[in-house]
């Protein structure tokens, strides 16, 4: 059967798209009937890998992407935001392209960029960029993931021959899950650096790994981690060094350097900001993981809302069977979860822009903190709601989402790694609480007195704002009431945190560490608030810009929703202080069975505007022909596009 003919895009499609939607046009062409990119779930693990690198190359070769490698050679303005627009393309193909691809070229030509000189970028991210070579990131070692700073490789400089010596002291310190390690040429390693016995902390090199003709070098062990839950078309493995020498020279020396005469040389003489300067190059990567994690969630809810759309099930004694879109409890699965991916979308979106104008401007990430947390903060959010939207996707489609060739379990399997790479998401939040701490410590600064007024004022205030003042003010389901009640409930947090750990280290003695672990829970608490008021903020911008009034109400419809849902999943706490009252939960409630009505009237249209091309659906449900599984075939023919109305 002959895929389905693509339409022209619309004005949605072209805002949901962003600013670059010509050039993902572009690449959607280029995939859409490509064989290359037609998924198969039988292959070998070997072959599947194979046909993922080809994919990987065949992306880099295309004059689009090249275009890209010379930006982020030069850190051009938008450069971050075209870049999350390409990879989340790349990674609705199989996010195993969009890994593999990110590891071999964007994450180890990022640290080039980003911690290396000039003359580090013309060594080795030009040949990069004309694919003579690939990398790979070589930071997680078995004993140190998230915690950075304590890891165990070595790097001690040699003042005689002038060079490095890599290596790995005990199994703890090898480093695992190395993307594009069975096949990478070069590795971008971070390693305790040791000059003259003395250890100056986390630093990276580029270390060659194998020869031209891709064996591997003298020191270096490279072990094949095998089959994993998902991902499998991205060769993980553990590497492993001893005492392998490198040139001086092969230091990323941005913020520090060791001189022909052996001496330690930094402009940033403290070590936790010449440390956090340097895992500053983590924010590109976690923005890109979160557009990563929402192509598979965009994926799997196109092939469930055309399903249900499709699907009928129980109805009237007399007449059709129902459409099970047309189920309250199934629009009440699916359209929160579509309404929170939009919105998401638009906060990484925004995030992207401001990591732009940090790098196109030359300001040192070092003190971008507050964007650092918030792309820790979106990372959590887009890869925990992927898990989740991406089961309630398989859920939702009965026992037509078990079934391979229907996608949704291969996407389920491979976003499940997404919550704790690139940084575990339960560290993420207690980033965002971190700096939450740190910017409200910033107002106390100057005087003692202004700090007690300040927060005794702030205290009282909260105290006043509960259902008795709230009442009074906009209905509970209006987005002014719900962006005050986030705002009450982060305030409240904020204060009531910063309270218990000055009382535990203040008052009681305790240890920071010790205080800090007794406040875990309050503090991610306050980090999800945080993210969940930030992605509001960014929704309602984005929908305030959209040029069409059609499209524009539209949005808002999901707007609301997902302005609602928060609301309601937190009316617990909401009514524990005080905030709302019994008959405002109830009202809360009725909006948002509303809400997932009205939206679901909109789904099918939003779902054809991502515009995935039919051989990354892939699924028959959704109505792509497949010759391995004809009878699972759905033609469009069988869907209704018109909904009835609701008549809440």
Not at 34 to 39: A, G, K, P, S, V
Not at 51 to 75: C, G, H, N
Not at 474 to 499: G, H, Q
Not at 517 to 526: A, K
Request: with cysteine; aromatic share 10%.
């Amino acid at each position: 059967m002959a895929a389905p003919s693509r339409k022209p895009p619309t004005s949605l499609s072209r805002f949901l798209d962003g600013d670059f939607w010509e050039v993902k046009e572009k690449l959607r062409e280029y995939i859409e009937g490509n064989e290359l990119f037609n998924l198969r779930f039988d292959l070998p693990l070997s072959d599947y890998r194979d046909v993922t690198r080809e994919r990987a190359l065949y992306l880099f070769r295309l004059p689009e992407i090249q275009e890209q490698f010379d930006e982020q050679a030069s850190s051009k303005q938008n450069f971050t935001n075209r870049s999350l627009a390409l990879g989340e393309l790349c990674s609705a193909t199989d996010l195993s392209v969009g890994i593999k691809s990110g590891v071999m070229a964007w994450l180890f030509g990022g640290v080039i960029t980003n911690l290396g000189s000039e003359e580090h970028i013309k060594r080795w991210f030009v040949p990069l960029k004309e694919l003579k070579f690939t990398g790979m990131f070589a930071m997680s070692e078995r004993g140190h993931g998230s915690n950075v700073k304590g890891i165990l490789t070595q790097a001690h400089y040699d003042q005689d021959t002038k060079q490095f010596i890599i290596n790995t002291p005990c199994l703890d310190a090898e480093k695992i899950y190395i993307g594009n390690a069975l096949q990478g040429n070069y590795a971008a390693v971070f390693a305790q650096v040791y000059v003259k016995g003395q250890c100056k902390g986390p630093h990276c090199f580029i270390v060659p790994v194998r020869d031209e003709q891709g064996q591997l070098l003298p020191g270096i062990t490279i072990t094949d981690m095998g089959l994993k839950e998902g991902l499998n078309g991205v060769d993980n493995g553990l590497v492993a060094f001893d005492n392998v020498r490198i040139p001086r020279e092969n230091l990323l020396n941005r913020f520090a350097d060791v001189s022909l005469e052996g001496e330690y040389v930094t402009k940033i003489t403290n070590d936790n900001a010449r440390f956090n300067a340097m895992l500053g190059t983590m924010l590109a990567p976690r923005l890109a993981l979160c557009f990563q994690a929402l192509a598979a969630t965009k994926v799997g809810l196109e092939i469930a809302v055309k399903y249900s759309l499709r699907r009928r099930q129980f109805g009237p004694s007399e007449g059709p069977e129902e459409l099970i879109m047309n189920y309250q409890t199934h629009q009440l699965r699916l359209m929160p979860c579509l309404a929170m991916c939009l919105g998401l979308t638009f906060a990484v979106r925004h995030a992207g822009s401001l990591l732009d104008d940090a790098l196109c401007n030359q300001r040192d990430l070092v003190n971008e903190r507050g964007l650092q947390a918030l792309a820790a903060g979106l990372k959590a959010f887009c890869t925990w709601e992927s898990v989740k939207t991406l089961q309630t996707c398989r859920e939702s489609v009965g026992g037509m989402g078990y079934m391979e060739e229907n996608r949704l379990p291969s996407l389920k399997r491979d976003a499940d790694v997404f919550v704790t790479f690139e940084g575990d998401n339960m560290v993420m939040l207690q980033q965002v609480a971190k700096e939450l701490l740190t910017q409200y410590s910033k107002q106390f600064e100057s005087s003692r007195v202004a700090a007690m007024l300040s927060s005794m004022t702030g205290s009282f205030m909260s105290s006043v704002k509960t259902s008795k003042f709230a009442v009074t003010l906009a209905p509970v389901s209006s987005m002014t009431f719900i962006r005050k009640a986030l705002a009450f409930k982060e305030d409240k947090l904020l204060r009531s945190l910063a309270s218990r750990l000055f009382d535990k280290v203040s008052t009681k003695l305790e240890p920071p560490f010790t205080a800090w672990n007794q406040c875990l829970h309050h503090s991610t608490t306050l980090a999800w608030c945080y993210i969940h008021k930030v992605t509001l903020e960014q929704y309602m911008a984005a929908v305030d810009r959209c040029p069409e009034e059609r499209d524009k109400e539209i949005m808002m419809k999901f707007c609301k929703l997902y302005a609602v849902h928060l609301l309601y999943e937190d009316r617990a706490w909401f009514l524990e202080n005080n905030y709302i009252t019994a008959a405002m939960a109830k009202d809360l409630r009725q909006e948002y069975i509303k809400l997932c009505a009205v939206t679901r009237e909109h789904a099918l249209e939003v779902v054809e505007a991502f515009r995935h091309p039919s051989n990354c659906v892939h699924a028959p449900i959704a109505g792509i022909p497949s010759s391995r599984a004809p009878w699972a075939y759905y033609p469009d023919s069988d869907m209704e596009l018109t909904p009835p109305q609701s008549k809440l």
